[in-house]
């Protein structure tokens, strides 16, 4: 009856040996010590950003919104350019969007700054006056924010009716 139960602990052992050895681990956790060299966390200090009321309450443009994962058809013409945005975010109090598109023979791709502009040539300029990051749950960060926008095309382009 002894020998019965040691070869049982054996292949029990031996069992288990041959799982290890197949990819099957285990983890030990031990707390860490403070140690006292750690550098202390710093806060990230930011700039408080001023957009000029021209572009804020966009005098000289119109104002568009454009959602994450969707075209903004921007031209009154059928192949004229469509804009996107991605990564509408705020973090460390710095909030950013980027927009890109264009039409076949130009574009624009950029990251832009709450405030700050982008001149796509032949179409106008974008300034980023707000933004709306998605804060639900069921999408990954990044996915479904607005980016606001004061347009001011250039003098010859022709806005779509829709968006004036």
Request: charge should be negative; proline fraction near 7%.
């Amino acid at each position: 009856m002894v020998r019965s139960r040691y070869r049982a602990a054996l292949a029990g052992g031996c069992l288990f040996l041959a799982l290890s050895g197949c990819g099957l681990q285990t983890t030990e956790v031990h707390p860490r010590s403070s140690s006292p060299t750690s550098p202390t966390p710093t806060t990230p200090t930011t700039t408080p950003v001023t957009i000029p009321a021209d572009k804020l309450n966009c005098d000289n443009g119109t104002i568009i919104t454009i959602q994450e994962t969707t075209n903004l058809w921007l031209s009154a013409e059928a192949d004229g350019p469509s804009y996107t945005v991605h990564g509408v975010t705020a973090e460390d109090g710095n909030r950013r969007a980027s927009i890109l598109g264009g039409d076949k023979t130009s574009g624009i791709h950029e990251e832009l700054q709450l405030g700050e502009s982008v001149t796509h040539d032949g179409v106008g300029t974008f300034t980023l006056i707000d933004i709306s990051p998605f804060s639900g749950s069921s999408r990954a960060p990044g996915e479904g924010g607005f980016a606001t926008f004061c347009f001011e095309p250039e003098d010859d382009f022709n806005i779509n009716p829709d968006l004036e």
